[in-house]
């Protein structure tokens, strides 16, 4: 049985809690809104409505704030408005810190939808132990003299990003997010409807015993690929086929190693469909290592359309993610405030010489 992944939030409170000996050696080089709150005694939402003019904040609590911001010389963060006054032409790109192939095509598509609009693009990733904290999450963005922020997955799933993001005043747009909410941009595909259509491409071609290599178990869209996959078989079949799932995480290696344990059953799969691409090519490698001809023997599929689906050999079957429309669109809804808050694409499927008919 796999590891589905879950997605799964700490609860840390908006209240950065009482200064320590470390803060006040870091405020003495670049103090942030978290230190302000800090000083003040109140939470960075606080100090985020006196920044911004909101109400609901007291005069004594509004004068405690102003006086913090005062004894430490903080310069405030004025992201929030240069949307509205065009002073900043940058956009910022979070991305986890781990990296991966996904993420640098996605920063390339970024870059060019930029340019081409007259932007700039910096890249910000984000640890997975500050992505926990309210506070840290603050205390890294705050700074960051931006348009909006273009936030890639998983951490487009992220509550307390989201939540930092939202008290701070700070436009964002979350590409391909597994969750939906009602508040900021968006620009959503349909992970499930695609990982249905492979499967309907694999068995028209015969095949009944389909292997599936789930993604990262930190990413939203594994949890939905392997549901969709897992439903939809059994809507076909009749079964669920759990004795051909394997964890993986995304990268080729794991799906070498997905693909040796499934290949060593004793009735092993005709087809093996990855969740993405680079685990596909390691599905490839495995096979062909060990004499299997693809597809006469086993039919490979992938998930992406990454740019590597086309150079190997042979070509892989996959489902095509418009990375270049998807991050146009989320530009543009970063430097249009009125344009379309939820944008919808299609994935399509890409069928190449990877897969054929049950052997």
Known sequence: MPNIPSATTSQTPSDPGPMKESDSQRIKSKPTIVDVARLAGVSFKTVSRVINNQSYVGETTRTRVLEAIDALSFVPNMGARTIRGGRHMTIALLFPERKSQYQMEVQDAALGACRNAGYHLIAESLAAEVLQNKGQIAAQLSDLRVSGFIVMPPVCDSHELIE?????????SRLAPGEHLKSGAEVVVDDAAAVRTMVDHLWSLGHRRIGFIVGNASHTSSRIRLGAFLDHFARLAGTVPLDMVRQGDFTSRSGFEAATDLLDLPDPPTAIFASNDE????????????????????????????????????????????????????????IRPRSNRRVELDLGLIVRQSTGPVP
């Open 279 to 334: 685990m596909a090519t390691g599905v490839i490698s495995c096979a062909l290592g060990r004499g299997i001809a693809i597809p006469e023997k086993l039919s490979v599929c992938g998930f992406d359309d990454s740019p590597v689906a086309s150079l190997i050999w042979p070509p892989l079957t996959t489902i095509n993610q418009p990375l270049s429309e998807m991050v146009h669109a989320a530009v543009q809804q970063l």
């Open 164 to 172: 930092t993001l939202q008290e701070l005043s700070l436009p964002y």
